[in-house]
């Protein structure tokens, strides 16, 4: 069982950045690859970013691209998405995901966080 925990959402203006975080605890977090998603209410659940366990696949939903960046300390047992120029439509409950598939864009992730909650006002 791995327990993910997201942390640093909260409300920002338009065109302001926000730093989230995602601690993972519980099995060994080695070999698992990240995602985070992101849900409006009455929407789906949307791909926002992925990383690799090594760190060196990275991908992002075009929406994000050159906007947010996902990392990962796997010493710390830690995956962060830094999140600037912040737009209203960002507003969502952000999620992290773990699984250990060998696609690092995750379809069906094994492991959910419970989610933070990002809002940019405009």
């Known amino acids: 069982q791995v327990r993910l925990v997201e942390s640093g959402g909260g409300l920002v203006q338009a065109g302001g950045h926000l730093n989230l975080s995602c601690a993972a605890s519980?099995?060994?977090?080695?070999?698992?690859?990240m995602n985070w998603f992101r849900q409006v209410p009455g929407k789906e659940r949307e791909f926002v970013a992925a990383?690799?366990?090594?760190?060196?696949?990275?991908y992002y939903a075009d929406s994000v691209k050159g906007r947010f960046t996902i990392s990962r300390d796997n010493a710390k047992n830690m995956v962060y998405l830094q999140m600037i120029s912040l737009r209203p439509e960002d507003t969502a409950v952000y999620y992290c995901?773990?699984?250990?598939?060998?696609?690092?864009?995750?379809?069906?992730?094994?492991?959910w966080g419970q989610g933070t909650q990002v809002t940019v006002s405009s």
């Open positions: 995901a773990a699984d250990r598939s060998r696609s690092v864009v995750l379809s069906r992730p094994e492991y």
């Open positions: 519980g099995r060994t977090f080695v070999g698992y690859t």
């Open positions: 990383i690799s366990w090594s760190g060196g696949s990275i």
